[in-house]
């Protein structure tokens, strides 16, 4: 039956008829696989920018409390190299400012406890004009680094997972981000690094937290520089117990200092009533709302 069938050339209609099938096919799934094949390699490739910075910090993190590297942050440390640290400081001026705004920067992005000897530190060593720009800067920077590495990995799809209500208490923030990060950064009561990764799961935007984190913390921050610029007397006369114990060849010896000298009741209240002033806008612009509601409410 395939002879009476032949065309010009001796090419069946069959054969024909198949081939001329077969080819676009073929060409079809070979696109389907190279696209399919593409979209998994572009979507490993946003995974991995996603979640590598937050990966990163948490090795880092790990890294820092496995090796005990964060205990280097105490008065014991200082004490014992503040020779040698106002010896640099003299010699390498920019240097040193650089050098501890870097370590600030770790010690923020990290979570690691201590920033806030570190901002009394800064006072010590620099004065309370470099010193507090000096951390002012540096808690800014550390802050939103976390905030970024936060939202780019989180951001609001965890909180929109949450229900209904954390949408709504997320929105409520959104809607007044400025005035509420102002208030948690002004009263020292909040975790720091809590307040760095709420507003990212919330969706505020960067400029906003940039700008309520640098403004919020200049008051804690330069009285603690401030108050840390006065404690030379007070540190000289650990420094001369702290040394003597040492040389009488004992392996218990401790800086005593205790950090309500610092952290006064005074201060905390200071910084509170401050925070409660940043929340005024916020609480006028609530019952301006509830007075509209209630006189358009009869019209209605």
Do not use: W
Not at 88 to 117: D, K, Q, R, W
Not at 132 to 158: D, K, N, P, Q, Y
Not at 280 to 290: D, F
Request: charged share 15%; net charge positive.
């Amino acid at each position: 039956m395939t002879v009476t069938a032949l065309l010009p050339g001796g090419v069946s209609c069959i054969a024909l008829s198949v081939n001329t099938k077969k080819r676009p096919e073929t060409k079809t799934m070979t696109v389907h696989q190279s696209s399919a094949n593409t979209d998994d390699g572009s979507t490993l490739r946003v995974r991995l920018r996603r979640y590598a910075p937050i990966a990163v910090i948490v090795l880092a993190m790990v890294a820092v409390f496995a090796t005990g590297a964060h205990r280097h942050i105490s008065l014991e440390t200082l004490v014992r190299h503040r020779m040698a640290i106002d010896a640099f400081i003299a010699a390498h001026g920019v240097v040193a400012v650089a050098a501890y705004m870097a370590i600030y920067i770790a010690v923020v992005a990290l979570s690691i406890p201590g920033s806030l000897f570190l901002s009394i530190s800064g006072g010590i060593l620099f004065g309370v004009a470099v010193g507090g720009i000096a951390t002012m800067i540096s808690a800014t920077i550390g802050a939103t680094i976390i905030f970024t590495v936060a939202r780019s990995a989180c951001g609001e799809s965890l909180v929109r997972r949450a229900g209904p209500l954390a949408c709504k208490l997320a929105d409520g923030f959104k809607a007044d981000a400025f005035n509420y990060l102002l208030f948690l950064r002004l009263v020292p009561a909040f975790p720091f690094f809590l307040v760095n990764l709420v507003p990212a799961l919330a969706g505020v935007r960067l400029p906003t937290f940039v700008a309520a984190t640098a403004i919020g913390i200049i008051p804690a921050t330069f009285a603690f520089t401030f108050l840390g610029s006065g404690l030379d007397s007070v540190i000289a006369t650990q420094e001369g117990v702290y040394r003597a114990c040492l040389a009488a060849g004992r392996t218990n010896c401790q800086i005593q200092f205790d950090i309500g000298m610092i952290a006064t009741p005074r201060l905390l209240a200071s910084l509170a009533t401050l925070g409660v002033i940043a929340l005024i806008p916020v609480i006028v612009k609530r019952l301006r709302a509830r007075t509209t509601d209630s006189r358009a409410a009869p019209l209605s």
